[in-house]
């Protein structure tokens, strides 16, 4: 059974490229949550997606971020206009459909965002 | 809104001993779940151990245990026999028990070395 996949590992783009980062959750999981980690910090919670929904997205930037979860294909991460700020790991994580926060969540490896 | 405090930035311990890491959480919730994760160099995020609010008893994972004080909001990680294999990064972090799945609230994360 494998477990959330993350792509690409690593991106470099330069600053007002776009970066699109993709998260597949684990079999099973219809729950997908990204997390953003600033060198030296720990993850911050930015957006919380079920298939075709936004449920929360109290942690993403108002502008330049977006993010999707459609029906068919993994979740997307865009980040449009990349500025050298927006350089961090960027998690992804998934938990099962049933609707229960004791279920633990899962993590993919990350993508590795750099703005030069 | 729930906060996760991790008060020491940075620990070490010598190989084969103990080590307390410490964590408390600020919530006027009665129901909620805790957990530990560890980050190593490669960064990936490994579940370590989880504990559910309603539980009275610690919970225990071999060489990892808690010590969960409800009334003090406070919910430490020792390390028992510390390996080599033990030095990273670690967070605790506080997920809501209510409207059922929830993110994930993150701790700004201890940096575990030990020493051979």
């Known amino acids: 059974n494998a477990g959330v996949m993350q792509n690409p590992r690593h991106l470099v783009r330069r600053r007002g490229q776009e970066a699109r980062l993709r998260c597949s959750p684990m079999?099973?999981?219809?729950?997908v949550y990204w997390y953003r980690q600033l060198p030296e910090e720990g993850l911050k919670f930015m957006v919380y997606l079920q298939k075709e929904n936004i449920i929360d997205e109290s942690g993403m930037p108002k502008e330049r971020f977006s993010a999707e979860f459609p029906k068919e294909g993994p979740s997307i991460l865009r980040i449009q206009q990349v500025v050298r700020g927006d350089s961090a790991a960027y998690f992804c994580?998934?938990?099962?459909?049933?609707?229960?926060?004791?279920?633990?969540?899962?993590f993919g490896e990350g993508s590795w965002l750099t703005v030069v | 809104a729930q906060t996760v405090t991790q008060s020491q930035p940075e620990m070490s311990v010598q190989e084969a001993e103990t080590v307390t890491l410490s964590c408390t959480y600020d919530?006027?919730?009665?129901?909620?779940?805790l957990f530990w994760y560890k980050q190593p160099p490669s960064r990936q995020m490994i579940l370590v151990i989880r504990?559910?609010?309603?539980?009275?008893q610690n919970a225990t994972e071999n060489r990892f245990s808690v010590n969960f004080q409800k009334a003090a909001k406070s919910f430490s990680l020792k390390i028992s026999d510390s390996q080599l294999g033990d030095a990273a990064m670690y967070f605790c972090a506080y997920r809501s028990s209510n409207s059922g799945n929830t993110p994930l609230v993150f701790g700004k994360g201890t940096r575990l070395s030990v020493i051979a």
């Open positions: 994580a998934s938990s099962p459909r049933t609707g229960s926060s004791g279920n633990t969540i899962y």
């Open positions: 504990q559910e609010a309603y539980k009275q």
């Open positions: 919530t006027s919730e009665s129901d909620y779940y």
């Open positions: 079999k099973g999981h219809s729950h």
